[in-house]
């Protein structure tokens, strides 16, 4: 059974950095692609960006040159590094895989 879980949530200032993790079971990973999601409050999931299974990756334009994902398959680990975080930036942050999901981390940027 594929699960993928997230850590690494929490609340920082804005302009402040975290580092998100997304540990998958129950599936190769080294041969996975990994989307990251985020879902602000009352607003829809939006797409982050992805990872595929070489490293390659893909953004959207609002965290463009500030997020950066990385993996780890040895530890079947992707990771999200958040930098000049900024308010708009809170929500709960998810990854996923071939339509599953993992349970998300909430994200507070604030003062």
């Known amino acids: 059974q594929v699960q993928l879980v997230e850590s690494g949530g929490g609340l920082v200032q804005p302009g402040g950095s975290l580092r998100l993790s997304c540990t998958a079971s129950?599936?190769?990973?080294?041969?996975?692609?990994i989307s990251w999601y985020r879902q602000a409050p009352g607003k829809q999931r939006e797409l982050v960006g992805f990872i595929n299974y070489s490293g390659a990756t893909q953004y959207v334009d609002s965290v463009k040159g500030r997020f950066t994902f990385s993996r780890d398959n040895g530890k079947k680990t992707a990771y999200l590094q958040m930098n000049d975080l900024m308010p708009e930036d809170t929500a709960v942050y998810y990854c996923s895989y071939s339509g599953l999901w993992g349970q998300g981390t909430q994200v507070t940027v604030s003062s």
């Open positions: 129950g599936m190769d990973f080294s041969l996975s692609g």
